[in-house]
């Protein structure tokens, strides 16, 4: 079945503008991650959506980011006022209780010049 | 805080040999931790993963192991192939029921010789 997508695949931007990364996860996965991946370095927690519970905004790295997550399934990482140390790879993944396995996307890659 | 470190960032190997990744981990409470492997321009694939009342488990050539006095985490890939290359990354669950904010490691290189 379909995995878990994400749009665009790329995105630059110059500094200072805002942005919006989307989320499709997998059908029926009531988990939903957001994860920031810089150069050469491993994941870091950003966000997660679990069903109709608050969401864990924990590692959200200032108050220019957010998410929403609309029904329950597409997820969207906005970055207000990009900066360039906003640039990296924003990975979602999703999974479905009590599972632990997280099924990654492919990332969006964002440049912000 | 909470940290999930791997002694080696790169690991060079030959066509066949078996590799070893090694982790090691901070947080005791740790009780799910996770191998992923990422290759380029692609997102995190699940690999193994083991509970933190084993010691080890077996997948198709791949092996991990849990030395929690050490709080320490191998990856065992046995007669590596080229298309092992790629970054691995251990991760870390102190949650439990299925709510799992992983914590990763900064990842090693795996780099398959023929």
């Known amino acids: 079945g379909a995995g878990v997508s994400q749009s665009p695949s790329n995105k630059v931007t110059e500094k200072g503008k805002d942005v919006e990364l989307r989320c499709d996860p997998i059908?029926?996965?009531?988990?939903l991650y957001w994860y920031r991946q810089s150069l050469g370095q491993g994941l870091e927690f950003l966000i997660y959506?679990?069903?109709?519970?608050?969401?864990?905004k924990s590692g959200l790295p200032s108050d220019r980011f957010s998410a929403e997550r609309t029904g329950g399934s597409v997820s969207t990482l906005t970055i207000q006022r990009t900066q360039q140390e906003d640039s990296a790879v924003y990975l979602c993944?999703?999974?479905?209780?009590?599972?632990?396995?997280?099924?990654f996307g492919p990332g969006t890659r964002l440049t912000v010049t | 805080g909470e940290s999930v470190g791997l002694h080696l960032p790169t690991l060079s190997v030959q066509e066949g040999d078996n590799s070893i990744i090694n982790c090691a981990y901070s947080?005791?409470?740790?009780?799910?931790f996770i191998w992923y492997k990422q290759e380029s321009g692609k997102g995190p694939q699940f690999i193994i993963d083991?509970?933190?009342?084993?010691d080890k488990r077996q997948g198709q050539r791949v092996t991990v192991l849990l030395n929690k006095t050490v709080k320490h985490l191998s990856l065992q890939i046995a007669a590596t192939q080229p298309g092992d290359s790629a970054v691995y990354f251990c991760?870390?669950?102190?949650?439990?029921?299925?709510?799992?904010?992983?914590?990763f490691g900064a990842g090693t290189r795996l780099a398959v010789h023929p």
């Open positions: 083991i509970r933190s009342n084993m």
């Open positions: 059908s029926g996965h009531t988990a």
């Open positions: 947080n005791s409470a740790s009780d799910y």
């Open positions: 959506f679990q069903g109709n519970s608050a969401p864990d």
């Open positions: 991760a870390e669950t102190p949650f439990s029921g299925g709510y799992n904010k992983l914590i």
């Open positions: 993944a999703s999974s479905f209780p009590p599972s632990y396995e997280q099924y």
